[in-house]
């Protein structure tokens, strides 16, 4: 069985991470979704409340797990057995940090790949800190996340006068 890894932050997921899971999961037999700890982001939203997010918007994806891990991508790797990690790649921007990632985990673990996925067109500019923004001033997001999550999404990064 071909097992691959979609890790990231998801904080929050979007349309654009969206995208590129329902993609992974026709390519590969089973893929987890790890909401992983990124040392160089603080977190909006709590582990739970992304790994909960994550589990409503892949309701329908058969061979889609969520899972989550507080160590090191390798290592996670090796105990699942995975032979892939997906990731999305947006812009040129994205490239160095993603390859540097891709040669680190590599090394950790050699028995594991990193396959790049283009981002469709429509999300080249879409990520979780632009959604973030805008919802926090109360602009529309509804073209970047899914709807089920929309107003959960909406009323905790409103900006109010608890959260300024
Ligand atoms: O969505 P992000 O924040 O760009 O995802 C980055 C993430 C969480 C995948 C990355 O920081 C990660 O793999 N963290 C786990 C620790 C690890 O294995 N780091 C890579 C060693 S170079």
Do not use: W
Request: charged share 25%; glycine share 4%.
């Amino acid at each position: 069985m071909r097992i691959a890894v979609c890790p990231g932050s998801f904080d929050p997921v979007t349309l654009g991470h969206l995208d590129i899971i329902n993609r992974a999961a026709r390519l590969f037999d089973k893929v987890i979704v790890l909401v992983s700890y990124n040392t160089q982001k603080t977190a909006s939203f709590t582990l739970e409340e992304r790994m909960d997010m994550l589990f409503e918007v892949t309701n329908g994806l058969e061979n889609v797990l969520i899972d989550c891990n507080d160590g090191l991508l390798a290592d996670y790797l090796k105990s699942r057995n995975a032979c892939a990690i997906v990731k999305g790649l947006r812009a040129v921007s994205d490239f160095e940090y993603e390859f540097q990632m891709a040669l680190a985990n590599k090394k950790l673990y050699a028995d594991a790949e990193t396959v790049f996925l283009t981002t469709s067109a429509e999300n080249m500019y879409l990520s979780s800190s632009v959604v973030k923004e805008i919802a926090h001033f109360g602009g529309d997001i509804s073209d970047f996340v899914p709807p089920e999550i929309l107003t959960k999404i909406q009323r905790r990064l409103i900006r109010t006068p608890r959260n300024p």
